[in-house]
């Protein structure tokens, strides 16, 4: 579920600090507790979509991933 749905099923049933209080959880929650896609998987998609030599094409790649998001958020 995310954080929109969240707030939305809950305006109905609780206050707005309660709200927010519980919608900040559980979005931080989600982000600080996803896994990230592992290096070998990321490189295979970099190769496959952007091709073999997709190193040459940037300066630098940070492997580090910045933060999360569900197939939902991202489509």
Do not use: Y
Not at 8 to 14: D, F, G, P, V, Y
Not at 37 to 65: A, Y
């Amino acid at each position: 579920m995310s954080a929109e749905q969240l707030h939305k099923q809950l305006e109905t049933h609780i206050g707005p600090e309660w709200r927010s209080l519980v919608t900040h959880t559980a979005t931080h929650t989600a982000t600080h507790t996803a896994t990230q896609m592992p290096t070998e998987q990321l490189h295979k998609q970099l190769e496959t979509h952007i091709g073999p030599e997709w190193r040459s094409l940037v300066t630098n790649f940070d492997e580090t991933p910045l933060a999360a998001a569900s197939v939902g958020q991202v489509l």
